[in-house]
């Protein structure tokens, strides 16, 4: 993502049930935070509701600890009839804001939904 300013769409800290034997935050977790995010994202331009109907892509670059603030970034990447992919980056602010980490990214396809949980046409823009 190369957006020169650009806002999170989640800030969250991790807390103490959150960590894994390794003193690391749970993969889970952080896969959760990123489907929170891109579903807010993709549901605003579905302009209703969505589903998560696949992980294309997933990689994992560095541990979150326990006292990281994880901010979360999502940006519609591609679109078609009624689905559309988000790409997700995860910076963690480490001591306290003096540094930054990239710890995940990946992209999470949604399909937009009617009232009856089958896939709808986007809307157009």
């Not at 991790?14 to 959760?32: E, Y």
């Amino acid at each position: 993502m190369s957006e020169a300013r650009r806002e999170p769409i989640l800030r969250v800290v991790p807390r103490p049930g959150d960590i894994n034997s390794n003193g690391h935050i749970f993969g889970g977790w952080v896969l959760s935070q990123m489907d929170i995010a891109a579903g807010i994202v993709a549901a605003r331009r579905a302009e209703g509701p969505v589903a998560t109907v696949a992980i294309e892509a997933m990689e994992f670059i560095a541990p979150i600890l326990l006292h990281d603030i994880i901010s979360v970034y999502a940006r519609i990447e591609r679109t078609g009839r009624s689905s559309m992919a988000i790409r997700i980056e995860v910076i963690a602010d480490r001591d306290r804001g003096r540094s930054q980490v990239k710890v995940t990214e990946g992209v999470f396809t949604f399909v937009a939904l009617d009232s009856g949980n089958r896939p709808r046409p986007l809307p157009s823009l």
